[in-house]
Nanobody, 128 residues
Framework: ECSCRASGGGLVQAGGSLRLSCAVSGRTFPSGSMAWFRQRPGKEREFVTGLIWTGANGYYADTVKGRFTISKDNAQKTVYLQMNSLKPEDTAVYYC?????????????????????WGQGTLVTVSS
């Protein structure tokens, strides 16, 4: 079992920055993958960014590419989401999610169903 705890949300003006954190516990690390999803008002949950614990690269949705950066601290078992140049349309509840190692990662990492463990979500509000 894995527990993912997200934090760092809040209210920020357009153009500002926030950093979200997701601390993971309950599993042997590093293994598997992590991702950030968000759910905007009235929308379905959508992939934002993700990575593999043993990898070097992050993978991004086109809507956040160049503005958001995912990073990890294996020793702290924590994944971060640095969000810059925030826009009002980034307003959402942000969730971190964890998946066990799977050979289908590169095919499925953007899918909600790929991830077994989810944090409780943290609200990010960007004012115009």
């Amino acid at each position: 079992e894995c527990s993912c705890r997200a934090s760092g949300g809040g209210l920020v003006q357009a153009g500002g920055s926030l950093r979200l954190s997701c601390a993971v516990s309950g599993r042997t690390f590093p293994s598997g993958s992590m991702a950030w999803f968000r759910q905007r008002p009235g929308k379905e949950r959508e992939f934002v960014t993700g990575l593999i614990w043993t990898g070097a690269n992050g993978y991004y949705a086109d809507t956040v590419k160049g503005r958001f950066t995912i990073s990890k601290d294996n020793a702290q078992k924590t994944v971060y989401l640095q969000m810059n140049s925030l826009k009002p349309e980034d307003t959402a509840v942000y969730y971190c999610a964890s998946a066990l190692p799977k050979t289908t990662y590169y095919r499925d990492y953007e899918n909600v169903s790929f991830y077994k463990y989810w944090g409780q979500g943290t609200l990010v509000t960007v004012s115009s």
